[in-house]
């Protein structure tokens, strides 16, 4: 998880910074900012891809999730980012969105959530939503470590 | 919340005692003397009335929930039991079983976790399962906050 | 259960010439008659009254689940009625519409399945829906088994 | 249904007004202002009490419900009114949320659509899902045809 | 839009056919026939894919499908079909149901809504249902559309 | 199905050491050697994948699915194995959660449940969930059945 240290320290700023623009942002242009912010907070810096491909096609479902989802919802003070993403992830393990579990459990694991908390979550979709719901979950975190192995830095293929 | 100070010290002494136990609970009996332990630790040391109410005539759902669900699932020491109520609070705003995530919830205000912070779940949810869940979550805890206020030392009716 | 005993041999009658019935009913008028004839089979030889309830404002809905729901589906000869009215209750359960697990639950103690084998489904629950789902189900097996018990021939109030 | 006539055609007014504002709305408050315009144009000129009751408990949820779901979704001009009342009660008949779908329903007949249109949702969702849901859509349904008749002008106890 | 001119004349023919029977439509047989009729109506003149898979291995499924859900209920002469396709598209976006959705969806754009239309539907489901059902229902419309644009007489790969 | 009755016969034999050895299992041990047993005689003598791939990076799922799952609820004597089986496939069809609907078909079929048992509890699904539930589920059961098929003994490549 050090390697991911730098993009921590830029997160707790932009963080900061978001907490402080989040009692003013009054018009879309602001919200729509705000929510880019968070995105890349989350996303080790990076824009979010599903997020991208709706601008097109779907330009109004892309302005609401960046302005009221990202912008609104996810940048709100009251509860650490910690807390939320896990509370997303156990939501749609619980509803079987295992695709949308998937990309803030990772969210989590950019800010520092361990392997082993994601795990607990899934362990407690067992009593609240059933065994198949939990073993899908479990899947679909199996799948999001395996990739994150493979692309983490020392798991580069050597250069010739 | 200063009136269930006593009540959380003995919490996080239970709690201390159940993670000790959480190693070594290998018979059913100590499983359910470890979901009593956490029943307790979560309910102000009572029991909880709906398990109660099942023991006679569903006893092996009433051992399941006491021995797995509490005694395995609940006491495991790998997530800290404020993120846990959190997210089972948010798995069930998710799926729409209100009577479960306000039994939750009451947990939750037990261990101290805020009203505030369990709005912030509610206003996660507007996201991740929509607003009629969020709405339909938020006057469930309207319901749960304004009982606990009526039943709270300070609100007793003047006796004669 | 042995009051049913006459009930339970008339229900035999019946589906034996539901059977007989199945492979020849074409016409809407047929299939709504067939329909007739399960409801009856299946709840003491009494109409159902949510259905009789539908019949003025919702004339379609009722007409359907006379002909299709009962008259199609429910007097299929290629399962027993036991299992399918089993089956019908894990689906409900496992779906938390507990007011139609009900309805059914009555419908399977009406011809012969026991208590104890409708509390095996909801034990069943805990495995593949999670355990808020199971105990509410629970909760509404222990309403209907109170209702059957206090209309029991045995339990009227005594006359004067 | 003519008793409706005047707000409906105040209806149609503010729905203008909306549709002029919804390109140039951009300003937290002017969305709130929209959201506002549109609660009135469905609920006969009246403010909606759900809404009104988040207000103090859950001040977020309110604003986004006002600014977000009825501001920004519910008074795009892409799809008629009616349409959308249709297709939003179909969702929440689907998903089996009933209260919400009595709240559309009850928009929908003050727009002008009949209760035979909506007869005709509950009947489509026995295919799309399944008979139980269609059957509460029904339930629901008919208790507020029976509420609107009962406070309709001409059902008025008679002044002594 | 245009090429399809010459297939919605015959659609129009077919429904009003369609409405005629459906008063007198009382037997299996004919039942059958209306619900042929019904699906080639919205399907370009062919029959669909996904219930001929049915016929031999799910025979009972099939006839249920076509006699009732297209013979009974989607013949029905009380709400357009348009709006009565907008509507099953939004209970399927709902509940999740993406390949059913899609089918609709194109069924949809064969009877002359836009897909502009559809787009409002998804941004609906982000208020009903959560942003995820939303997100997911947009990226199957997506791919709808690009599979009509690529199969469209227009784009046909140039003859030698 | 006449190969499989060794595997049946065996079956029967674990079956009943199974119901024997419930009532005293009492230890972590004891409730995983059952839940062991239990997938075997439902799995034709084997383990089960899904389970063997969760035990290194998910080892309490694992573990919890075999003592609890499969050793406290499936191994309970209440209920015969077919009936359960049957209702585990028809609450899984009714929550779109065809992955394990597969899974304990297989076992259904393993058991000595024909694939007409199965398929009836598929047409049961259209009533109590609607048709698109149905139909994804009948879409597994006949891939089921194909892959079945492809791997009896009968069907065996020739070798050289």
Avoid: C
Wanted: glycine share 6%; aromatic share 6%; hydrophobic share 45%.
């Amino acid at each position: 998880m050090t390697r991911h240290m730098p993009l921590r320290a830029m997160t707790t700023a932009l963080l900061v910074a978001t907490a402080a623009a989040s009692a003013m942002a009054n018009t879309t242009e602001e919200r729509l900012d705000r929510g880019d912010a968070v995105v890349r907070s989350l996303n080790q810096g990076q824009p979010q891809q599903v997020l991208e491909r709706m601008r097109q096609e779907f330009p109004f479902l892309a302005e609401a999730t960046e302005a009221y989802a990202l912008g609104d919802v996810w940048s709100r003070p009251g509860l650490d980012n910690r807390t939320r993403q896990l509370a997303a992830v156990a939501a749609f393990a619980a509803t079987g969105q295992t695709a949308f579990m998937k990309v803030h459990a990772g969210y989590a694991l950019n800010i520092g959530v361990s392997e082993e908390e994601l795990k607990e979550i899934v362990y407690l979709i067992t009593v609240s939503a059933g065994f198949p719901r939990a073993i899908s979950a479990s899947q679909t975190l199996s799948e999001l470590f395996a990739e994150r192995r493979d692309t983490a830095p020392g798991n580069e293929a050597p250069s010739p």
